[in-house]
């Protein structure tokens, strides 16, 4: 089978497609997936590059990328819930103990898995697990996001980002959001109400006394993110555990998220998919023989959503 794999760790220049790669072996808590489109996130660099090596040693060649939607063509012995056919969604990262999605087949443990939302295609699909898992749990499960209470989002147009956007608008909250200057039209169509240049204005002088902060985005946006709560606000970021002195000096709280992308959550994406509440957002999609440019694009060209690559 095809499969984008890299056999050293490094930068993009190490991804190659490999022609005849064995298929995955299937664990007894997996299901093998036929995959017809994955997706890149930030933690595939991190794969490429190695970064988690010391933590969880794996061999080369390693099939790349975790996010995938597919049809499943078998179920491990261990497995229930699902049968041969279903159009399935999910993580199948190397270091999460899948096999890697961006390959004809993949392996996914059950539990990272879900039935894909009837509403989208494998591609739209494919675009959702991780980034929407994430504003999910950081907005319904720390935060507790209610209405008419005031959201920042940080990083409004990325994956992550502009999903949260879609979910805060939906519950009823006032988003102002931080956006680089291509992507101001695309964070209004999203529906923020306030939108702030991050090259051109800082935020924190911007804005003052909200109920919550979501960051996505590296860098001090965390920590500058405290000055903009009130009382008892919440800080939660994707980017590393906050600073918990600066959390007591402002008496806020403040969380360092760890996405689960278990069924669970990824049962309420597809329930809030279907549910035509978070729209899928696309930026551009690449066949699997072009998975290098696709990682090209996604780290020089800040897209505005999700590179897909297409399999099937
Ligand atoms: N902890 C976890 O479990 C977990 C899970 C998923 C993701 N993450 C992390 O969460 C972060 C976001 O993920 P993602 O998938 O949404 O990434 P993404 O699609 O690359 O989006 C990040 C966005 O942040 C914007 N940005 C960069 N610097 C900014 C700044 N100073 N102020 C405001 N926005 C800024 C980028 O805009 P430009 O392109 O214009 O710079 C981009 O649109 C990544 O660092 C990722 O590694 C963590």
Redesign the pocket.
Known sequence: MKAVQINNYGGTEVIEINENAPRPTLGKDQILVEVYAASI???DFGVIAGRMKDMIPLKFPITIGGNFSGVLVEAGKDTTGFKVGDEVYGQALVTNGGSGSMAELAASNIGNSALKPKKTNHEEAASLP??GV?AIQALEQHIKLQKDQKILI????????SLAIQLAKHIGAYVAT???S??VEFANNLGADKIID?TKETFEGELSDYDAVFN????D?ADKSFEVLKKGGVLVS??GAPNSDLAKKYEVQAI????NTNTENLNRLTELVDGDILKPQIDKIFPLSQAKEGFEY?ENQ??KG?IVIKIK
């Open positions: 996130n930030p933690v991780l980034v994430s940080h990083g409004g147009a990325g994956g992550i980002g931080t956006v680089g291509d992507s991050y996505t985005a590296r860098g946006s994707m980017t360092g998220q760890m996405t996604q800040s897209p999700k």
